[in-house]
């Protein structure tokens, strides 16, 4: 079973501009969460979708968006690159959505690393 | 903010010791996961335990949940070099009437040959 894939795995881009982060979850999950990782701020959640919907988002500004299509895919967007923005981007699959007495595990990608510059 | 903590922040053992790795959160959870991360690569699920579990085995992998001190501990026994990674604890947090995933800033082990 093939696992999680993200693409791409490393990115350069110039403050001002966009990007946009592709994950491929596992086949037959159908809840993919993006986290964003710094030295400083450690992991933390961006969003999580499930069913094309998003369940939940964290405490990240409106530049940053993502979308699920029907065949559970995900994209992540980030508009207006800021310098700060420059960390490993991190997808993971479930079976089920995250947490909750049903909470299953999420399964991780090996990241898009995004430098802004 | 972040849920979870952990302690230490870096631990370096002689390969063959056990490792014992704590994460503190703070508001009730369903489930505690562990993840390892090598060196800037994606995290690699290790163990999930859930609220009503106390113990749980997976290999070397010995977890334990203490809900009443909001904690948990990860031990690796006869630790091996392959062991050098990053440990993180995440725990579910409701936001909103949905769960993210809270992490914790992770310990970093090495394992000296």
């Known amino acids: 079973k093939a696992g999680v894939t993200q693409t791409p795995r490393y990115l350069i881009k110039t403050r001002g501009q966009q990007v946009t982060l592709s994950c491929s979850p596992i086949s037959g999950h159908r809840s993919v969460s993006w986290y964003q990782q710094t030295p400083g701020q450690g992991l933390q959640f961006l969003f999580e979708y499930f069913s094309e919907t998003q369940r939940n988002k964290g405490n990240f500004p409106g530049r940053f968006s993502g979308r699920q299509f029907s065949n559970s895919r995900s994209e992540m967007n980030v508009s207006t690159l800021e310098l700060g923005d420059s960390a490993l981007y991190l997808c993971?699959?479930?079976?089920?959505?995250?947490?909750?007495?049903?909470?299953?595990?999420?399964?991780f990608g090996q990241g898009t690393r995004l430098t802004v510059v | 903010s972040q849920q979870g903590e952990e302690d230490p922040q870096a631990l370096s053992i002689q390969e063959g010791e056990n490792a014992t790795m704590n994460c503190s959160y703070k508001t009730s959870i369903n489930n505690l996961q562990w993840y390892r991360q090598n060196s800037g690569r994606g995290l690699v699920h290790l163990i999930l335990i859930r609220s009503n579990e106390r113990e749980k085995h997976s290999g070397r992998l010995r977890v334990t949940l203490d809900t009443s001190k909001k904690s948990s501990s990860l031990l690796i026994t006869a630790s091996r070099a392959a062991d050098t990674a990053s440990y993180f604890c995440?725990?579910?947090?409701?936001?909103?009437?949905?769960?993210?995933?809270?992490w914790g800033a992770g310990t970093k082990l090495i394992i000296k040959p």
């Open positions: 993971a699959s479930s079976f089920g959505v995250l947490g909750g007495a049903l909470n299953t595990e999420a399964f």
């Open positions: 995440a725990t579910d947090a409701k936001r909103d009437s949905n769960y993210q995933l809270i």
